[in-house]
């Protein structure tokens, strides 16, 4: 160990069982045909970057009304038929170690609408621009997409992702 911190990074040296949660976050991604809605981030973690929709969980709220509210704060479109696609873990000594919920809307309400927090991006999902988000996304994003269900597990020192695990579940 150097300055506390693990020689090593990977997602099997970390006790999944024992991991403390610092944050709960969602995830949405709205279909449109062969197209996704994605958001340029403007402010946050992660601003800048491309994801989909989403945020904090609060208390009393499960992920999917998270999901939900938060696509209606950010892009002014209320998500329809969602369903829940998978379960996301990140670990990092420097930034809060998240638990995240995605999930898919196949429909919505309004129109996308850019606010403080977000540019919407109507994107065709064979050009999602990975190199523009999160280096994980590329991992998990195109099984979700396509319909199946993950479970992923991440290690990130800062914005680099050390080590990977996606299961189809």
């Known amino acids: 160990m150097t300055d ?5 990074w990977r997602v099997d040296q970390i006790d999944w069982q024992t991991w403390v949660v610092e944050e ?3 995830l949405m991604f709205v279909l449109r045909g062969d197209q996704v809605l994605l958001i340029r981030k403007k402010r946050g973690l ?3 970057k491309i994801n989909g929709p989403g945020g904090r969980i609060e208390e009393g709220e499960t992920p999917m009304q998270c999901a939900i509210r938060e696509t209606q704060e950010e ?3 209320t998500p329809l038929n969602v369903v829940a696609r998978g379960e996301l873990r ?3 000594d420097d930034f809060p170690k998240i638990h995240g919920y995605v999930f898919v809307a196949t429909d ?6 850019e606010t403080e927090e977000a540019i919407p991006l109507w994107t065709p999902v064979d050009e999602i621009p ?3 988000m999160w280096e994980d996304d590329i991992y998990w994003l195109p099984q979700v997409l396509s319909g199946k269900g993950v479970d992923g ?7 680099d992702l050390l080590d990977w695990q996606v299961n189809s579940v």
């Open 90 to 92: 990140f670990h990092s």
């Open 46 to 48: 992660g601003a800048g």
């Open 130 to 132: 990975y190199e523009e």
């Open 75 to 77: 892009l002014k479109i």
């Open 153 to 159: 597990r991440f290690v990130f020192q800062g914005e």
């Open 24 to 26: 709960r976050a969602t």
């Open 108 to 113: 919505y309400q309004g129109t996308a609408t």
């Open 4 to 8: 506390g911190l693990p020689d090593i």
